[in-house]
């Protein structure tokens, strides 16, 4: 007992950085489906992973992930099975700020697609990384 009480302070230097060696794989776990957008690109180029739009048709229209397909959060459980076919692609779920793609990754993984994935700050993080956008 007299050793925890004269090096306390060391004690607790410890644990802190103990803390902070864990906190990378707790945080991460947090948002496991997230996907960068460096990350989204290496997945279309190398694995010709599918990316979904899951805005509405009039922000889709105003700008979108060059060669994303539009499939609106309302409509994705009935819609999706017929835009990606293959459940073995990657899918990877977009929307403004990536919100209402992190719902829309429990709803493909239900579907069956198990490589879904949400581009983490949705479109924004997209621009913000100056990828190419469509407008139609």
Same mark, same amino acid.
């Given at each position: 007992?007299?050793?925890?009480? %004269?090096? +306390? ?10 803390? #902070? ?31 979904? %739009?899951?805005?509405?048709? %009039? ?39 990536? #919100? ?25 993080? +997209?621009? %913000? ?8």
């Amino acid at each position: 007992m007299k050793f925890l009480i %004269d090096n +306390w302070m060391l004690i607790s230097i410890a644990l802190a950085s103990g803390g #902070m060696l864990v906190w990378p794989m707790i945080s991460s776990g947090v948002n496991a489906g997230a996907l960068s957008a460096s990350g989204a690109v290496q997945l279309i180029n190398r694995e010709k992973a599918v990316v979904v %739009d899951v805005c509405g048709a %009039d922000e889709f229209a105003a700008g979108h992930v060059a060669g994303a397909k539009n499939v609106p959060m309302g409509e994705l459980e009935a819609r999706l099975p017929g835009v990606v076919k293959n459940k073995a692609l990657p899918v990877i779920l977009v929307c403004a700020s990536g #919100m209402r793609s992190n719902r829309a990754v429990a709803i493909a993984k239900k579907l069956g697609y198990e490589q879904a994935q949400s581009l983490s700050g949705g479109l924004k993080a +997209w621009k %913000d990384a100056n990828l190419p956008v469509e407008k139609s």
